[in-house]
């Protein structure tokens, strides 16, 4: 059972364009949404996160729009560079219970020069 | 100063052997994990140890048997290696309970079975 659901499965974006990886999950427990980046032969990051309690998270060219009722969350990248292309991973976590984030499949995005 | 480092970064090997992996993480956390990335990226949880107690263990075959000596270290040996083993093994660290918990992960290790 897929818990988060991440699409797309990959994106190509040409350079100044943004880019957008949605998200959905069916728990309703969990209350903390990062966003981590993994560059290719390189461990995951942590990019960004948000709790539910607000509806938008802002740094820098990453921003993370959530919408409670819909459970579905997304990151914008604007300005897209060709730097950015990694690999994308959503995922959400319980603060109580299971405490293990659960990751969605990933997206790959190339951006292009 | 690596905050979560794995050994080997490569690891290529037959078919029935047996094989480890180490990892080690300098930033005091108390909870760390293996996870286990397939050819299409998915990140699948393997393990989770607190405080050197297992307290995750997902449906993984009983040949992965992970070792924590202390808080600092979680190894992963690998019993009777299958083809189906080949893939990228992630270690990573946290702190439980944190208010934001991070995790932060290895380089990974390439795990190419023959």
């Known amino acids: 059972q897929q818990q988060v659901k991440q699409s797309p499965q990959s994106l190509i974006v040409q350079k100044g364009g943004i880019s957008i990886i949605n998200c959905a999950y069916e728990?309703?427990?969990?209350?903390?949404f990062p966003w981590y980046q993994q560059f290719p032969g390189k461990g995951p990051a942590l990019l960004i996160a948000?709790?539910?309690?607000?509806s938008e998270k802002k740094e820098g060219r990453f921003t993370i729009s959530f919408n409670k009722s819909a459970k579905q969350f997304s990151l914008h990248i604007m300005d897209s560079q060709p730097g950015d292309s990694a690999t994308y991973f959503c995922a959400a976590r319980m603060s109580r219970g299971s405490y293990i984030p659960t990751f969605g499949r990933g997206t790959s995005l190339i951006v292009h020069p | 100063d690596t905050a979560v480092s794995q050994t080997p970064k490569y690891l290529v090997t037959q078919m029935g052997n047996d094989k480890s992996i180490k990892c080690e993480q300098n930033?005091?956390?108390?909870?760390m994990y293996w996870y286990k990335q397939d050819s299409k990226k998915f990140l699948k949880i393997m393990f989770s140890?607190?405080?050197?107690?297992?307290?995750i263990n997902e449906t993984v075959p009983n040949r992965f048997s992970p070792k924590s000596p202390d808080k600092a270290h979680l190894n992963l040996h690998i019993n009777s290696l299958e083809l189906g083993d080949s893939a990228v093994y992630f270690c990573?660290?946290?702190?439980?309970?944190?208010?934001?918990?991070?995790?932060?992960f290895g380089s990974g290790t390439q795990l190419s079975v023959l």
């Open positions: 930033l005091g956390h108390d909870t």
């Open positions: 728990n309703t427990a969990f209350d903390y």
């Open positions: 140890y607190n405080n050197k107690e297992l307290i």
């Open positions: 990573a660290s946290s702190q439980m309970l944190a208010t934001n918990e991070k995790l932060f």
């Open positions: 948000i709790r539910p309690d607000v």
